[in-house]
């Protein structure tokens, strides 16, 4: 698929056409299915959501939203706004089973959530300092029966904690160890099976960090100058977990407005990139400019393969009343023709 972009030069009268992009997939339009209630008023609020599965009743499950000036929103299925907690500026947030965890700069450190399966009620634990300025982005993942909490920072540093949960309900966590990139990270996530975390390089691409070996370094999986859909920033990471490992990483393209699928097993081949375009009835505008991202291949009602859930940076203006997307899974499958 080939696009260009021409600018028109203010010093100049003819146009200059910058090199065109060559993309290896047509890009598919996908619409959004529901959107949350916003995060009412001007400036760049929402970022990043996760999606936590009810295990008593599907029906219940939630979407947890971060609004990095105030704290953290809970959504049900349907967009509504349940709760709202005031924990101050998280900026990104995960979940594993009952339990969450946000990125919390006014804190400096690791906010740790739990979430009640027979009334869906989010709680604040406590928190963890961290010995880096800033928090930026967080993951979360269970390996061997154990919390994992990946916490990246824009010096490019990524770190890994154990969380352990206390008698008395709150968490404590250990340092277990970290890695270095050049640039900013934020965007990541936890491959629980392939002992993996995937890391998002703002303006460089995709990298993946082996668990199981503690003297591994980043290993690339996909870079802006690839050519295969990224761009900067390359923000939200999250997977489709499939059976026996099979399944697909997506990543958030901010800048161009669009998604990159990816296998989730090595080498992680590029599948297909879409862009979410309004509802069909027009009552629900495009999504443009997402920061944060999470998906879900649980079998939801109303999404039997599961969702895509997506920060919308205007609603439909840019900067005004932010909220979060959702999208058919299915949708995506057909569109990409992928399984």
Known sequence: MLRSICLAPLMLAAFACTTPEVLPFEIKSIPAQVETDPMV??????????????PNDVANSLILG???????????LAGKELQFLDVGAVNNVDVRGNLAVASNDETGGIS?????????????????PVDIVEPYGICMGN???SYQAGVTYKDGTVQIWTGTLQEDGTVSAKFERSAKLETQLEGCVFDDEQSLLFIGEETKGIWSLDLANADSAPQKVDFIEDGNGLVADTEGLSLWR???????????AQASDRFVVYDRKAPHAPRGIITITASADGAIDAVTHTDGLDVSSASLPGYPAGILVVQDDGNPKS????????????????????D
Not at 66 to 76: F, I, M
Not at 112 to 128: E, G, R
Not at 242 to 252: C, I, P, T
């Open 66 to 76: 971060t609004n990095k000036d105030e704290g953290l929103h809970v959504y049900s």
């Open 242 to 252: 499939g059976e026996n490992g099979e399944g697909y990483l997506v990543a958030s």
């Open 319 to 338: 900067g005004v009343d932010q909220n979060f997307k959702i999208v058919d899974w299915e949708s995506i499958q057909t569109a990409l023709q992928i």
């Open 143 to 145: 390996l061997d029966n």
């Open 41 to 54: 008023g001007v400036g760049d609020r929402a970022d990043d959501p996760a999606v936590w599965v009810s």
């Open 112 to 128: 740790w959530f739990s979430i009640d399966p027979a009334t869906s009620n989010v709680q604040h634990l406590n928190d963890t």
